[in-house]
């Protein structure tokens, strides 16, 4: 491809056929991932979670975009390592995590980057209220660094914007400090096992694509922390397919939701979480009932247990088993089991669709000025 005249160096390099470079991202997450699990800092941030924890101090996780997402997975995982009780460590807007910042206690950021403005504005809030501050990110020299006491640095930077690693890393580097809380260290090798694994169901996440093709909106549901996976599928569909979507909670979206679907519109349902699972799955199935009843494409991303439940018959646009890793938390064997996933959906949805996912829509003038607009100004 040749260079056109906006191209800027920072840039993703610029392709014009497959494989994206979104595409060698998500390849090279299992090998990514094992590497993050020997990266230095990880027991230091674990030392200050537990201190925060036995005495009953804030424990906050915060980001923006993928790396929000990537904040709540890693308090979700800590969550499962503490056992659920005490000081529940909790996943925040950055934005809104500097507004609001909790006092002492540790505040971890994630930013892939290690330069976005709200990440760094909540590690300074949480610092002037006397919290340690933690951060993970991918970039040696960014400006979030000044701001940290803690850093773990993850080794794989994210040449797609269409986030993969991005969101993957600072899950895993999650995976190990809640090992490390629970006395259950992560398996690097059997991690990135488990994660090849997962790989394996791209010609399902195929099926769902092909399905789900020409839907004109997608909803995506999931409860629990099945919530933070359909809140990430949306971000990446919206960033590659420039499709309009939407995560909902399970329960949330059969309260009102329905009137505004019909065979247009596209759902996805997530069900991995373990926690009140037969209630979750019994309610899942009503969903998806009453969606097909209107007429929705349906297709669902889920562990094996819930499979019995849901027949075939509505999930009519295709499905997803995860593998489970035993040796790994509940939570963390879930999240990044889905996370696979969804990214391959979106990977094939974006093969249909022609879509090229790497700028995220930046290749066009006006979306290339209107993030100019968003990030360029750091004085707020």
């Not at 941030?45 to 890693?74: D, L, M, N, Q």
């Not at 000025?369 to 100004?377: L, N, R, V």
């Amino acid at each position: 491809m040749s260079t056109p005249q906006w191209y800027e160096d920072w840039f993703p390099e610029l392709r014009d056929a497959r494989p994206w470079l979104m595409e060698e991202m998500i390849d090279s997450e299992p090998a990514a991932a094992k590497a993050i699990v020997g990266i230095a800092g990880l027991k230091k941030i674990a030392a200050a979670v537990k201190k925060a924890h036995a005495a009953g101090e804030p424990i906050v996780v915060a980001g923006c975009g993928t790396s929000e997402h990537g904040a709540r997975a890693v308090a979700a995982q800590l969550d499962d390592a503490l056992g659920h009780r005490g000081s529940r460590p909790v996943g925040r807007q950055a934005l809104e995590a500097s507004i609001d910042p909790a006092v002492g206690g540790i505040t971890i950021g994630i930013s892939h980057d290690g330069g976005t403005h709200a990440t760094k504005l909540a590690l300074e809030a949480a610092r002037e209220g006397g919290a340690t501050t933690a951060l993970i990110t991918a970039n040696p020299d960014g400006p979030l660094l000044e701001a940290a006491d803690l850093v773990a640095m993850t080794p794989a930077k994210d040449t797609s914007w269409c986030h993969t690693i991005g969101y993957l890393s600072p899950m895993v580097a999650g995976a190990v400090i809640a090992g490390v809380i629970a006395n259950k260290p992560v398996d690097g090798n059997a991690l990135r096992g488990h994660l090849e694994d997962c790989l394996t169901v791209r010609p399902h996440a195929a099926e769902i694509a092909a399905n789900l093709k020409g839907v004109e909106r997608l909803i995506v549901v999931g409860g629990g922390y099945d919530r933070i996976s359909a809140d990430e599928l949306v971000l990446k569909v919206e960033e590659g397919l420039h499709l309009p979507s939407a995560a909902r909670d399970l329960e949330t979206f059969l309260h009102g939701h329905l009137p505004a679907c019909d065979e247009h519109t596209g759902l996805v349902i997530i069900a991995t979480e373990h926690r009140g699972r037969p209630r979750r799955t019994d309610r899942g199935r009503m969903l998806l009932r009453a969606a097909r009843r209107v007429g929705m494409p349906c297709a669902a991303i889920m562990v094996p247990a819930v499979e019995s439940v849901w027949g075939r018959e509505l999930t009519n646009a295709g499905r997803i088993l995860l593998p489970h890793a035993p040796r790994l938390l509940p939570s963390t064997s879930a999240l990044t089991a889905t996370a696979i996933a969804l990214q391959l959906v979106t990977l094939e949805m974006v093969h249909g669709a022609g879509t090229y996912p790497d700028l995220i829509r930046r290749e066009f003038e006006p979306w290339r000025e209107a993030a100019a607009i968003i990030e360029t100004d750091t004085t707020w």
